[in-house]
C-alpha cells in the first residue's frame, strides 16, 4: 500500500513537472511569435527612410537612395511571367547608378551575369555560413576573390536581367537556404 502511495505521489510529480514544462514552452512559442510578427510587418510599398542602420549586417543602400520596398520576401505574382512564386529576397526601388554597399565583411564568390538576376555580386562572410546576394546591378564596381569589407561600394543599382525597373534585388542565405533579409535588417514605418 504504501509503494502504491509514492508510486502515485511520483507519477504525479512527473505530470505536474510535464503541465510545467508545456506551458513554459507555450510561453516562448508565444514571445517569438510575437517577435517574428513585429518584424514580419513589412509591406510592399512600405517607405523605408526609417530603415534601422545598426544592425549586422547593414543596409546595402543609403536610406536616403531608396524611394520604397517593391518586393517582399513572401509569394507573389512573377512580374515578368506573371506566375505565382515565391520571392525569397527584398527589392529595393532606388534610381539607377544609385551606390550598392557590401552589407558586411567577407570575399566576392560570383561578380558578373546570372541569368534572371542579371549583374550580379555574391559575398561569403567569412565562412559562417552566409552568403548575402546584390542582383540587377547596372555596374559591379568588385573582381571575383577580392576582400571586402562592410560598407564598399561593390556596384550601382539597375535593371539587368529580368527587372521591370531599377532596384536592388537583396538575399541572404544560410547553410545555402534562403532566410528572410528582415532578420537582419529591419524596416519600420
Do not use: C
Not at 40 to 51: E, F, G, N, R
Not at 80 to 85: F, L, R
Not at 96 to 112: F, P, Q, R
Amino acid at each position: 500500500m504504501i509503494l502504491y502511495f509514492i508510486d502515485k505521489l511520483r507519477v504525479d510529480a512527473v505530470e505536474k513537472s510535464q503541465q510545467h514544462i508545456v506551458a513554459m514552452v507555450t510561453k516562448i512559442d508565444t514571445t517569438q511569435n510575437l517577435m517574428l510578427s513585429a518584424i514580419m510587418d513589412l509591406k510592399k510599398d512600405d517607405s523605408v527612410a526609417t530603415v534601422r542602420m545598426n544592425h549586422y549586417p547593414s543596409n546595402p543602400l543609403d536610406v536616403k537612395s531608396m524611394t520604397k520596398v517593391s518586393s517582399t520576401y513572401s509569394y507573389r505574382k512573377n512580374p515578368i511571367t506573371n506566375k505565382p512564386e515565391f520571392h525569397a529576397g527584398i527589392d529595393y526601388k532606388a534610381p539607377k547608378g544609385t551606390l550598392v554597399y557590401a552589407s558586411a565583411e567577407g570575399v566576392i564568390i560570383k561578380a558578373g551575369w546570372d541569368d534572371g538576376f542579371g549583374n550580379t555580386v555574391q559575398i561569403n562572410h567569412d565562412g559562417n555560413g552566409y552568403i548575402t546576394q546584390y542582383s540587377h546591378l547596372d555596374a559591379i564596381m568588385v573582381k571575383l576573390g577580392q576582400r571586402i569589407k562592410q560598407g564598399e561600394i561593390i556596384g550601382t543599382v539597375g535593371s539587368s536581367g529580368e527587372a521591370t525597373g531599377d532596384h536592388l534585388d537583396f538575399r541572404i542565405t544560410f547553410l545555402e537556404k534562403y532566410i528572410n533579409p528582415q532578420v537582419f535588417i529591419p524596416l519600420s514605418n
